[in-house]
């Protein structure tokens, strides 16, 4: 069974940084595109980057380009997405979904999610 956790979610201030983890489990990640999303409160879910099944092509929504990096170790099973510069508009619960393919990081397109991470970045 596909199964998908996040972690590294926290309270920063602005400017601050967060790594957020997704382990993967029940199912090989060497095939899988990771994204990240996000849904801040009354908003809808977003999403935020994406890195295809090698690595080799990752995605960001252009809020977060310059500040934001995806990264994956499919030995480890984990992909990361390391936030720098974080600003109170970032405050969001943030999710990691698998699937195929980035998909322009389309919701609908990924079946696999987990289940969430806060993070609040706030004075």
């Known amino acids: 069974q596909l199964q998908l956790v996040e972690s590294g979610g926290g309270l920063v201030q602005p400017g601050g940084s967060l790594r957020l983890s997704c382990a993967a489990s029940?199912?090989?990640?060497?095939?899988?595109?990771i994204g990240w999303f996000r849904q801040a409160p009354g908003k809808e879910r977003e999403g935020v980057s994406c890195?295809?099944?090698?690595?080799?092509?990752?995605t960001y929504a252009d809020s977060v380009k310059g500040r934001f990096t995806i990264s994956r170790d499919n030995a480890k099973k984990t992909a990361y997405l390391q936030m720098n510069s974080l600003k109170p508009e970032d405050t969001a619960v943030y999710y990691c979904?698998?699937?195929?393919?980035?998909?322009?990081?389309?919701?609908?397109?990924?079946?696999?999610w987990g289940q969430g991470t806060q993070v609040t970045v706030s004075s």
């Open positions: 979904a698998a699937e195929r393919l980035c998909s322009d990081l389309d919701l609908a397109e990924f079946r696999s």
């Open positions: 029940g199912f090989t990640l060497d095939y899988y595109a």
């Open positions: 890195i295809s099944s090698n690595g080799g092509v990752t």
